[in-house]
């Protein structure tokens, strides 16, 4: 039975799929962080990990594509290295685009418009007319507005500003309790030991907290509203006629609806026209488009 494989390899972690040639799945493995930025030795060892679980699952010669998008490969810049290392190694023909691209690809179902990535981190991403445009996604220490990462990184600020005033904050106890810390002073020392993948999993309950407290709701509108003027910021690089959808993906988006109802407000305060959906399948679905 000839099947394919897509797989989304991103910060947090790689997910392969294959599917049959009516498009049903047929397998579905899982590994560990996939940023070939961050950690290209580690993130090629487990794609050839999870091909190879499914291959030999289903029969190497029965596979017809694999494509695979990566966080942190155009970045990265060595995408024709990585491509010839992995198609030694297997024996079989790759494609690979950025988990960006392959998340637009799954999210528009090859069509025209705009894609918004906010999970680890975030980015913009669009096509119209043939070409390719990006704002944003230049990584935790540069960009990712909006990211799960900068929530937890602006809550942790704002909580240690108001430290500084004398103050304690509801805000400041769910991040020590989250830190495993009692004191401010020993929440940031644990904070600089912490990776970009802890930190960011403090986001969904600093989200759940937003519903009732104000300092952590003021980081869900903050955070939302940067993520918004870089989807405005792309939109504005359109030419006419502009494509009106506009695909919503990552934890972040599909689980936040305070942080999704914000970013779509201030978008339409520009563009009215934007018709928004939320992505719920997994990006490895892009294969199939």
């Not at 940023?35 to 993130?43: A, E, K, P, R, V």
């Not at 699952?57 to 060595?78: Q, S, V």
């Not at 936040?256 to 018709?275: A, D």
Request: glycine share 10%.
């Amino acid at each position: 039975m000839k099947y394919r494989i897509g797989i989304d390899s991103g910060g947090t972690h790689i997910v392969a799929s294959s599917f049959d040639e009516q498009g049903q799945l047929l397998k579905q493995v899982t590994a560990g962080p996939g940023n070939i930025f961050l950690d290209q030795t580690g993130t090629i060892r487990r794609l050839l990990e999870v091909i190879n679980e499914l291959t030999a699952a289903l029969g190497k010669a029965d596979c017809t594509r694999i494509l695979i998008g990566i966080a942190g490969l155009e970045t990265n810049g060595n995408v024709h290295e990585v491509t010839s290392e992995l198609q030694k190694q297997l024996q079989l023909k790759v494609e690979l685009v950025s988990d960006a691209q392959l998340a637009l690809i799954n999210g528009l179902h090859g069509q025209d418009g705009t894609l918004v990535i906010a999970g680890t981190g975030s980015i913009v991403y669009g096509t119209c007319q043939g070409q390719s445009y990006r704002f944003g996604g230049w990584g935790n220490l540069l960009d990712d507005a909006g990211s799960a990462y900068k929530i937890a990184a602006a809550a942790t600020q704002i909580a240690l500003r108001q430290y500084d005033q004398g103050k304690e904050t509801t805000l400041g106890s769910l991040l020590l309790q989250l830190t495993k810390t009692a004191t401010m002073p020993a929440l940031v020392k644990k904070y600089y030991q912490l990776s970009r993948e802890e930190i960011a999993a403090f986001a969904k309950e600093i989200a759940v907290l937003a519903a009732s407290d104000h300092l952590a709701e003021q980081v869900i509108t903050q955070q939302a509203a940067a993520l918004a003027v870089e989807v405005v910021g792309l939109l504005e690089r359109y030419p006419q006629p502009m494509p009106k959808l506009l695909a919503l993906s990552g934890s972040v988006l599909t689980n936040n609806q305070q942080f999704r109802v914000t970013l779509l407000r201030q978008i339409k305060q520009t563009y009215p026209q934007i018709q928004a959906h939320i992505v719920t399948d997994n990006n490895s679905c892009g294969v199939l488009y």
